[in-house]
């Protein structure tokens, strides 16, 4: 508004409401002698003198001047008052300084959060204010250059707050470009890292200066009841770092993409990132069945009649029985071994023909195959003889849980090392550890599952707090028979640092095989190798062999080679041969339905209804246990090991097992015609 004032009172001018942002001008004649001041018309609240010129045109351009100029700088200022406001509100923290970094402002926010009172910091320099020293010297020159240049700065800076703490901040800083192309302002606005239960999300804060009697630099901080765990950088979780980047995206995205993130970050949250929720095929029993007993440990409705699986010392065979050393072994048993290098090897031959020891026979071959005794500096009498002390441990009884699976899982993982890939990826200590781990990782196993052991009470549950109950058994029971005599301590002659890496990878090796870790080992092993695999031959043929050895040789992924290499194994029933398929199906379902019966006698919880031997279809829980753990697994496994035969006996046996159950027959094989 413009008010030229000729003769209208300008006391009553003032005392109007409107009248605060006005500019008033006082039209003046034109002096008859020397220049008068202009003082006494400003002290009497003027803004402006203008001489009398009787020129139309000279008074129009007097009017858009000033409206371009004073007009447009009160309406802009006029909105200064509501940005003040909103900064006295907001409870981000908000520094202003001017173009000299002395301190302007700093809000009630900032003064909370750093511990500083206004008057300790208004008209100081940034320099005298004390600064974090964790911020590094290349940090803070290449936020100068970059904001110097005009361009937007974003990133972690660390504020020292006044009893000494070191504050990790989130700072954006944007130039705001004035006339002539210059940097008039530094805009930075951040917003607080937001938790699960964060609040509704707010519009941004759009603070602009647009006068130059604010030439000011604006730091708006982050600072958060997180703020003190985030600068906890030493033990930083990877997962930590993504969730951070991902909140950080959030600021400056959309609010359909922030919402986007917001359930994104609600997923990685969750412990059990790898691991789908089971229920998926709740029209199926018998997956929710096998699922539920193999993937879960137990239901802990204990009974008043608690069975109860003690804590047993480890047997030891009394003497040493045939063979003394591999040429000692009986001309009928290694005849039976003449293709154990073959995926097709019938284990059950190999039992039949040696009473039910094929742990021992088949192991003096493999283990000598790959130079165990020469890597371990051990006589192959002490391999002889831990190898028939592991066997002993394990139990006869069991239809499926016995010597003869160790053996067939140890022929498995022979085969899987012999694989191109897998020799490219392994060294030769991470084929022992998988020779060893493969053949004790079911030693004393009851015939009984997690599940069942954690619902009955055992002192095994007890003692391993119902996690990974039987591996865990395994994998110490298999030390303690090994280091408890030295006859057949295999480990005895080895350095110790060597042993040490050993022992650890072979315990890896026999706790992956626990399922309910299932799916957490194989995506990792999918995401880690597999795909990154996939996108080398994809961009360059056969990929780059240097960035194809990286990805197969780093520490992390050959852990992964050996779980999914021994989980395969452990599990690769429905890759065999058909009437060897047949033959671990009908011995698999003869445990689980003992333990059904079992169950059902002790009135413990029924893990797997389903197992009911009077009601089970047997082709039906294959069909599932294919459907869920083995297809997808084998499928990765075969993209990385290339194994075509698997992969063929895989599908022939599903169709098997599917033309049973769309006969609604429930038994191992078909009617004699």
């Known amino acids: 508004m413009i008010n030229v004032c000729l003769c209208f009172p300008f006391r009553s001018i003032r005392a109007v409401t409107s009248s605060e942002n006005t500019v008033i001008v006082a039209v003046v004649k034109r002096p008859d002698r020397e220049e008068a001041s202009v003082m006494p018309l400003i002290k009497s609240g003027f803004n402006r003198r203008y001489v009398e010129n009787p020129n139309m045109m000279a008074c129009y351009n007097e009017l858009l001047q000033l409206e371009r100029g004073e007009v447009l700088a009160q309406f802009k200022l006029r909105a200064c008052n509501a940005i003040f406001t909103a900064l006295e509100q907001s409870q981000e923290a908000i520094e202003i300084t001017n173009e000299d970094q002395v301190i302007q402002y700093v809000n009630p926010a900032y003064e909370s959060i750093m511990g500083y009172q206004q008057g300790e910091l208004i008209g100081k320099e940034i320099t005298e204010v004390p600064k974090s020293e964790k911020n590094k010297p290349d940090l803070l020159e290449t936020m100068n250059s970059c904001i110097q240049k005009g361009k937007e700065w974003q990133g972690i800076y660390y504020a020292k707050k006044k009893n000494g703490d070191s504050v990790q901040q989130n700072v954006k800083i944007t130039p705001v470009i004035g006339q002539g192309g210059k940097i008039r302002h530094y805009v930075s606005i951040h917003r607080p890292l937001h938790d699960q239960n964060k609040a509704p999300r707010l519009p941004r804060l759009q603070l602009v200066f647009l006068s130059r009697q604010f030439p000011e630099k604006i730091f708006l901080s982050t600072h958060s009841s997180m703020a003190r765990i985030h600068s906890m950088t030493i033990m930083i979780a990877p997962i930590t770092k993504v969730i951070n980047i991902i909140n950080a995206a959030q600021e400056s995205s959309p609010m359909p993409v922030a919402e986007a993130l917001d359930r994104v970050l609600e997923i990685l949250r969750t412990t059990e990132?790898?691991?789908?929720?089971?229920?998926?095929?709740?029209?199926?029993?018998?997956?929710?069945?096998?699922?539920?007993?193999l993937m879960t440990d137990g239901l802990r409705r204990l009974s008043g009649n608690e069975y109860i699986f003690a804590v047993k010392q480890p047997h030891l065979p009394s003497h040493l029985a045939m063979p003394l050393s591999l040429n000692d072994i009986p001309p009928h048993v290694a005849q039976t071994m003449e293709n154990e290098d073959s995926w097709d090897f019938d284990i059950f031959n190999l039992e039949t023909a040696c009473l039910k020891r094929p742990l021992t026979y088949l192991g003096l071959k493999i283990f000598s195959r790959f130079g165990v005794c020469e890597f371990l500096s051990c006589p192959e009498a002490t391999l002889r003889s831990w190898l028939q002390g592991i066997e002993a441990n394990y139990h006869s009884t069991n239809s499926y849980h016995n010597s003869s699976h160790a053996a067939d899982v140890m022929h498995a993982t022979a085969y899987f090392l012999c694989k191109e890939r897998v020799k490219q990826s392994l060294e030769q200590i991470d084929e022992v550890a998988a020779l060893i781990a493969a053949t004790v990782h079911d030693v004393d196993h009851p015939g009984r599952t997690n599940s069942f052991l954690c619902n009955a009470g055992s002192e095994l549950a007890i003692l391993y707090n119902d996690t990974a109950v039987l591996e865990s058994h395994h994998a110490a029971l298999a030390?303690?028979?090994?280091?408890?005599?030295?006859?057949?301590?295999?480990?005895?002659n080895m350095e110790r640092n060597e042993y040490r890496t050993l022992r650890q990878a072979i315990i890896d090796m026999v706790l992956a095989t626990e399922m309910t870790k299932h799916f957490e080992h194989v995506n990792k092993f999918v995401n880690s190798i597999n795909k990154p695999l996939a996108a080398l031959e994809e961009n360059g043929g056969i990929g780059d062999e240097e960035s194809v050895k990286g990805i197969l040789t780093s520490p992390d992924n050959r852990i992964l080679v050996k779980r999914m290499l021994i989980?395969?194994?452990?599990?690769?029933?429905?890759c065999r041969p058909l009437e060897l398929c047949i033959e671990w199906a009908g011995r698999i379902s003869e445990e689980y339905f003992a333990q059904t019966d079992e169950e059902k006698r002790q009135s413990l919880p029924v893990v797997m209804p389903v197992f009911d031997r009077n009601t089970c279809s047997i082709p039906k829980s294959q069909i599932s246990f294919i459907d869920y753990f083995i297809t997808d697994m084998f499928d990765a496994w075969d993209a990385f090991a290339d194994l075509p035969n698997l992969m063929q006996h895989l599908d022939n046996n599903f169709k098997y097992w599917k033309d049973l159950d769309e006969r609604k027959l429930h038994s191992l094989r078909p009617p004699p015609e």
């Open 273 to 293: 990132l790898y691991s789908p929720q089971l229920g998926t095929k709740e029209e199926d029993p018998h997956t929710n069945d096998l699922v539920g007993g």
């Open 567 to 574: 989980k395969c194994a452990d599990i690769s029933n429905p």
């Open 479 to 492: 030390f303690q028979i090994t280091t408890r005599d030295d006859k057949c301590n295999i480990f005895k």
